[in-house]
């Protein structure tokens, strides 16, 4: 069973509108949360990351993480259909240095 | 800025065969990864290294071994290549401690 989980495994939101992502991890020992976008052929990029609890922001993108339950979700307001990609969540271990990747969340974001 | 050269971009291979799967990078990152990806799906461990000649077990790392002879170098062997593997091969390196994580254009690896 895959150590972080994601959902939803699809959205659909119509241009301008807010997507919300989800991710969990079940490995206690994660520290730090990211979020990576891979548009179609391409690789994976970083959007945003997080370890402390609370919320970061950069212009449209919102991250939230809460540490006792480790779970983090990501917020895209204004959505444009560029957005439309696999959102891939992940969890490293400081100790060990592994990352390890959810199954990711597929946005398509609709004109 | 550094880049991540994963070769070949595409690797044809029959079922039972030894196949493998080269990454370089020139940003002197200390930590590199190879990640599996299956078609449209998250991506999956396969093996880690922190340094130079050092190796770690992913979650996925049946079926494969792994090699760092050196720090910019990271390669991946398929011990016997089956057909249920066919995937993208995405290879990734660091710098140590919770830093961001690039990407190399990865391998397809088909099994005929």
């Known amino acids: 069973q895959q150590k972080v989980q994601q959902s939803p495994e699809s959205l659909i939101v119509p241009e301008g509108g807010m997507a919300s992502l989800n991710c969990t991890s079940s490995d206690r020992n994660v520290d730090y949360f990211w979020w990576y976008r891979q548009h179609s052929g391409k690789s994976p990029k970083m959007l945003m990351?997080?370890?402390?609890?609370g919320e970061k922001e950069e212009g449209r993108f919102t991250v939230h993480l809460n540490k006792a339950s480790l779970h983090t979700s990501l917020h895209i307001r204004d959505s444009q259909p560029s957005d439309s990609a696999l959102y891939l969540c992940?969890?490293?271990?400081?100790?060990?240095?592994?990352?390890?990747f959810g199954d990711g969340t597929v946005l398509t974001v609709k004109p | 800025g550094g880049i991540i050269t994963q070769t070949p971009k595409f690797l044809i291979g029959q079922e039972g065969q030894k196949l493998t799967l080269k990454c370089q990078q020139n940003?002197?990152?200390?930590?590199m990864y190879w990640y599996r990806q299956d078609s449209g799906k998250g991506l999956r461990l396969i093996y880690y290294s922190i340094t130079e000649n050092d190796l770690q077990k992913g979650d996925l790392s049946e079926g494969y071994d792994a090699s760092r002879e050196k720090k910019s170098s990271f390669s991946l062997t398929v011990t016997s290549a089956q057909k249920n593997e066919m995937a993208v091969f995405l290879c990734?390196?660091?710098?140590?401690?919770?830093?961001?994580?690039?990407f190399g254009k990865g391998t397809r690896l088909t099994v005929v």
């Open positions: 990351s997080i370890f402390s609890n």
């Open positions: 940003f002197n990152h200390d930590t």
């Open positions: 992940a969890a490293s271990d400081t100790n060990t240095g592994k990352l390890t």
């Open positions: 990734a390196s660091s710098i140590p401690g919770n830093t961001e994580v690039f």
